[in-house]
């Protein structure tokens, strides 16, 4: 299957900085990435949808100045968390997938968030 | 909302097969159906996706009824190593972006 990657894997950092996530599909454009987030023992939550060249779409109660999201190529979206604070610390997962109904949406690895 | 209803746990021994049904009632006419296997700490693995009939591949059959209202996913001769959370999602169309919408899953666990 198809390829997604996500840097860093895991990042520890100080509580008001701020933090960026990138996701990349390797052999393949996505038209479309997703970005989820996880916290232990629960089930992925979607925070937003993106594509390429336009604004990102958040989901309900998903904060788009805190979580902001660039989604400048077809391989390539970030995340960034502005001024993070402790109860953003959580796994986050991004996605991607083609433009048609029948493309698969392949999951990144996921990146570890701990925020002090 | 997610749109997919599936048993929350399964419990299953080395080398019998496994059948985790998944109710999708809503499917909409252009909805995939796809399933993943996530293990702790790592992203969501892709299985198997379906429209209709039957799908198979090296690690699964897909069982997709004529009126798409449910799947089975069948994982045959489980090892321990399948001990993961599988999830059932179907997209949806709505804004064209086909989005996926977690429900909670199906913690299989592989007893030896």
């Known amino acids: 299957g198809a390829v997604v990657s996500q840097h860093p894997s895991w990042v520890i950092c100080k509580s008001g900085t701020s933090v960026k996530i990138e996701c990349r599909s390797l052999d393949f454009q996505a038209t479309t990435m997703f970005w989820y987030r996880q916290f232990p023992k629960q089930s992925l939550m979607l925070m937003a949808t993106?594509?390429?060249?336009?604004?990102?779409?958040?989901e309900q109660g998903v904060e788009k100045d805190k979580f902001l999201i660039n989604h400048a190529s077809l391989t390539l979206s970030t995340l960034t968390v502005t001024s993070a604070h402790p109860e953003d610390s959580s796994f986050y997962i991004c996605?991607?997938?083609?433009?048609?109904?029948?493309?698969?949406?392949?999951f990144g690895p996921g990146t570890r968030l701990t925020v002090l | 909302l997610a749109k997919t209803t599936q048993p929350i746990s399964m419990d299953s021994y080395e080398g019998q097969e496994v059948n985790i049904t998944c109710s999708h009632n809503?499917?909409?006419?252009?909805?995939?159906i796809t399933w993943y296997q996530q293990f702790p700490s790592q992203g969501p693995r892709f299985i198997i996706q379906g429209y209709k009939t039957k799908v198979t591949n090296e690690v699964a059959s897909l069982f997709i009824p004529a009126d798409r209202k449910s799947s089975t996913l069948s994982l045959p001769r489980v090892s321990l190593s399948d001990t993961a959370v599988y999830y059932c999602l179907v997209g949806d169309e709505g804004d064209s972006s086909y989005k996926l919408i977690f429900g909670s899953g199906t913690r299989l666990l592989v007893r030896p």
């Open positions: 809503n499917i909409a006419t252009n909805d995939y």
């Open positions: 996605s991607a997938r083609g433009p048609r109904a029948a493309d698969t949406q392949y």
């Open positions: 993106s594509n390429e060249g336009s604004k990102a779409t958040y």
